[in-house]
């Protein structure tokens, strides 16, 4: 009866060990997959196209294109792999009736957070 709760104590700890590893990407160390969330300072009706980029240093991680015939409803999100440490989030936003588009950038830390929210301040 021991050894057999001795091999369960001991398989729980191993499972254990590697669903810690596999949530936290050993300990943020390694990219996992997280959830960018973009809160911008425009009119969510008026906006017809968005350009999102996640970026580590010189290195694009992740970029998408939206368009939306009648403005988005809620906040745009992305997901894209990554490791604690600083990112950059660069978004260009088309309005309704403006010709040329409105770029965001912010600096974040994604920590070891599943969700990121960015808050984009105007240029």
């Known amino acids: 009866m021991k050894q057999r709760s001795g091999r369960f104590l001991a398989m729980a700890a191993v499972l254990g060990g590697a669903l810690l590893f596999w949530r936290t990407g050993l300990f943020g160390l390694l990219p996992t997959d997280r959830t960018v969330v973009w809160r911008f300072p425009v009119s969510y009706g008026e906006v017809r196209k968005l350009e999102l980029q996640v970026w580590e240093d010189a290195e694009l991680l992740k970029r998408e294109e939206q368009r939306f015939a009648a403005g988005i409803v809620g906040e745009p999100s992305i997901k894209v792999p990554l490791a604690k440490g600083p990112h950059r989030a660069i978004a260009m936003v088309w309005l ?12 974040f830390d994604p920590r070891s957070d599943e969700t990121v929210v ?6």
Do not use: L
Request: aromatic fraction near 6%.
């Open 118 to 123: 960015i808050d984009m301040k105007k240029p």
């Open 96 to 107: 309704m009736n403006a010709g040329t588009p409105v770029g965001f950038q912010q600096d």
